[in-house]
């Protein structure tokens, strides 16, 4: 639901400049996906980290602006699904940084940085998943190998930008059945992961 009509329009104005600020300008690994129609309501894609389980994966993540923003730090979600310690089954995310360490002045570029620091540098001790952050204590190689199959199952770069059904919109009338075709070709491997994902 659209907190629009809630914020303070010289709030707005000025999510506004920053939202152009960093479409034009994006921090490395983050891109922002716009929206004309709710400010408040915040999309971008972040960038696996090299050398962790989420590397080549790409996550759909969510700011949303409450009534009492910037006083108040977004909420944030992943949309993508993740194995997290530091994120819920529904996507919710906790960091301190958008908790008790948040500053009004911080603004939209450091949450976003936050939730892609999160990747780098999971934390047990808040943890919303408590099998990941057990694994993640106790088990580490146990934990990586199940953040990588998430990533690889639900991060695939073409399923979270989102754009494939944009660009089908517009392709002949054939690249339905080809998508099919290329969904059967898939190698039996990506079965085999989906297969296991849900005895996990």
């Not at 409450?66 to 944030?76: D, H, I, L, S, W």
């Not at 194995?83 to 529904?90: E, T, Y």
């Not at 199940?146 to 089908?168: E, F, M, N, Q, V």
Request: hydrophobic share 40%.
């Amino acid at each position: 639901m659209s907190n629009v009509e809630n914020v303070c329009p010289q709030v707005l104005r000025g999510v506004a400049r920053e939202l152009r600020r960093l479409a034009a300008n994006p921090p490395s690994g983050i891109k922002l996906l716009l929206r004309d129609d709710d400010l408040t309501d915040v999309v971008a894609l972040i960038d696996g980290p090299a050398e962790t389980p989420y590397a080549g994966g790409v996550f759909r993540v969510r700011l949303v602006l409450g009534r009492e923003f910037p006083t108040v730090p977004p909420r944030a979600y992943f949309l993508t699904r993740v194995f997290h310690p530091n994120v819920s089954s529904a996507g919710e995310v906790c960091v301190n940084t958008l908790k008790r360490d948040w500053r009004p002045e911080l603004g939209l570029e450091h949450a976003l940085l936050a939730v892609k620091c999160l990747l780098i540098a999971p934390n047990p001790d808040s943890a919303l998943n408590a099998d990941a952050a057990a694994l993640l204590r106790d088990r580490y190689d146990d934990y990586f190998a199940r953040a990588k199959l998430y990533t690889d199952i639900h991060a695939r770069p073409d399923a979270a930008s989102g754009l494939a059904h944009a660009s089908a919109a517009n392709e002949p009338s054939d690249a339905a059945p080809r998508a099919k075709r290329e969904r059967r070709a898939q190698p039996p491997l990506a079965k085999d992961k989906r297969r296991i994902l849900k005895r996990l």
